[in-house]
Nanobody
Framework: QVQLVESGGGLVQPGGSLRLSCAAS????????MGWYRQAPGKERELVAS?????STNYADSVKGRFTISRDNAKLSLQMNSLKPEDTAVYYC???????????WGRGTQVTVSS
């Protein structure tokens, strides 16, 4: 099994930056693609960015040019720049498993963008 723990959330003013991290532990050799999702109050969880084991990335249109996902073996990061109030949400780390259909999820970290 794999455990995911996010960190780095907080309160930031519009235009500011935050860096989220996700540390994976357990049988990390089974991890395939990883990603960041977010869920704002009253909205469905949505993909923010993902990265394959080979390093290919994918971004939601709303964050392209502002967010950068990166991966170093079992550690996933999300650099968020030029933050907007609409980026406010709980951000979740996600990881696929080579042998399982269901991905793993972290517990989430709150990001609040407000003046």
């Amino acid at each position: 099994q794999v455990q995911l723990v996010e960190s780095g959330g907080g309160l930031v003013q519009p235009g500011g930056s935050l860096r989220l991290s996700c540390a994976a532990s357990g049988i990390i050799s089974r991890i395939t693609a990883m990603g960041w999702y977010r869920q704002a109050p009253g909205k469905e969880r949505e993909l923010v960015a993902s990265i394959t084991k080979g390093g290919s990335t994918n971004y939601a249109d709303s964050v392209k040019g502002r967010f950068t996902i990166s991966r170093d073996n079992a550690k996933l990061s999300l650099q968020m720049n030029s933050l907007k109030p609409e980026d406010t949400a709980v951000y979740y780390c996600n990881a696929g498993d080579l042998f399982l259909v269901r991905p793993y999820w972290g517990r989430g970290t709150q990001v609040t963008v407000s003046s």
